[in-house]
């Protein structure tokens, strides 16, 4: 899978959190990739924009 193109961020509320981040690329067409911020060239997970919108929405939900 070529993810040359991906533009990773940080969420802004990584800020102070040691290096214990991870980042998101989430202009690729069809997917969205994530990785330890701490490996960049380390394994990447890749997941479809659906199956993310739903883990970012359950993630929210908890107290």
Not at 29 to 44: E, I, M, Q, Y
Request: proline share 8%; hydrophobic share 40%; glycine share 10%.
């Amino acid at each position: 899978m070529d993810l040359s193109g991906a533009r990773w961020r940080k969420s802004t509320r990584s800020n102070g959190q040691g290096g214990n981040c991870v980042e998101v690329a989430d202009n690729l067409p069809g997917l969205v990739a994530v990785r330890d911020s701490k490996d960049p060239s380390g394994p990447v997970l890749v997941v479809s924009p659906d199956a993310w919108r739903v883990f970012v929405a359950r993630v929210a939900e908890r107290p």
